[in-house]
């Protein structure tokens, strides 16, 4: 989708689009409002398909709490969020259809991966001050390995590697690959095989890749010596990894939720910081890059 599309919703037209946007939906609905009323709940979510992908949010002080929805702590949230395939509905309104007309909301119509950047985000700020650990990481997050890099994207083999520390590297992972191809002399300069403290087995991108990787024996994060990201990136990583345990520690198939709300690939990237963002189509993007890479290619 190249274009961004918003609408301004006032009372009851949210409960019009809201519907016509579930009776619609074809992968995926998200439904993150902070109190829910019991018949406002049961009536909104027959309109979805059967086959549709969805997970509801709610507040634990809520009066109706659906038994499927996952709770959050009454003190971090007050927020209403709505994602039905590629479009987000931002704004006051509960899914509670209380008498009141004053209620308004955002409709922001865009593409699966920016419609996905908004709501990675916002459970980032939700799970903020929620007591859950980066790591370990639940050991499910290995089954996001077989579709390539959860990270990046990038394509990897999805069987495990052995690592070992490169002290010529600041000590951080390198495959024991990695040392037997270099220049050909079966070791580098820094890594005598005599040297290397073992890591032991690992799943991982390389250093063609973002270089991150989740270690099989501690389920720690580890990343590639050679091409080192940083410590940003490093954090944006873990960041990552909490939203995996979250949903985890809930008792949710975490693997199926970061496929369906997108999480998988470069969404981890997005930063924190309350600055202004554009949004830029993904596909558009990934367009402009081919485009530039073919220019590349054909000057050389």
Not at 139 to 168: K, M, N, Q, R, W
Not at 213 to 241: C, M, W
């Amino acid at each position: 989708m190249e274009a961004l599309n918003l609408q301004f919703l006032y009372g009851k037209e949210f409960w019009t689009k809201l519907e016509f946007l579930l009776k619609n939906a074809s992968e995926r609905v998200f439904i993150l409002s902070a109190f829910m009323g019991e018949n406002t709940y049961k009536k909104y979510i027959k309109f979805i398909p059967d086959d549709v992908f969805i997970l509801t949010v709610c507040r634990e002080d809520s009066s109706y709490k659906p038994v499927e929805s996952l709770k959050i702590n009454h003190k971090y949230f007050h927020g209403k969020i709505y994602l039905i395939d590629n479009t987000i509905i931002i704004g006051s309104q509960n899914l509670y259809e209380a008498n009141k007309e004053g209620e308004f909301s955002t409709l922001i119509e865009t593409d699966s991966f920016n419609s996905s950047l908004i709501l990675y985000q916002a459970l980032l700020k939700i799970i903020e001050k929620e007591p859950i650990q980066a790591e370990p990481v639940d050991e499910d997050f290995i089954s996001l390995y077989e579709d390539g890099c959860p990270f990046c994207g990038h394509y990897i083999a999805s069987d495990s590697v052995s690592l070992h520390t490169c002290p010529g590297y600041g000590g951080d992972f390198v495959s024991d690959d990695d040392c037997e191809s270099y220049g050909g002399d079966g070791f580098c300069k820094y890594c005598l095989p005599e040297n290397r403290r073992s890591i032991g087995e690992a799943i991982c991108c390389d250093d063609s890749g973002c270089g991150l990787g989740i270690s099989l024996k501690t389920n720690y994060l580890l990343h590639h010596a050679i091409n080192p990201v940083t410590k940003e990136e490093f954090d944006l990583a873990r960041q990552y990894l909490r939203l995996f345990n979250f949903f985890a520690k809930q008792g949710e198939d975490a693997v199926e939720i970061f496929h369906k709300l997108g999480f998988v690939g470069e969404v981890y990237k997005i930063n924190h910081e309350r600055k202004q963002h554009k949004l830029v189509s993904h596909d558009v993007a990934q367009r402009m890059v081919a485009n530039l890479q073919n220019r590349i290619a054909n000057n050389q």
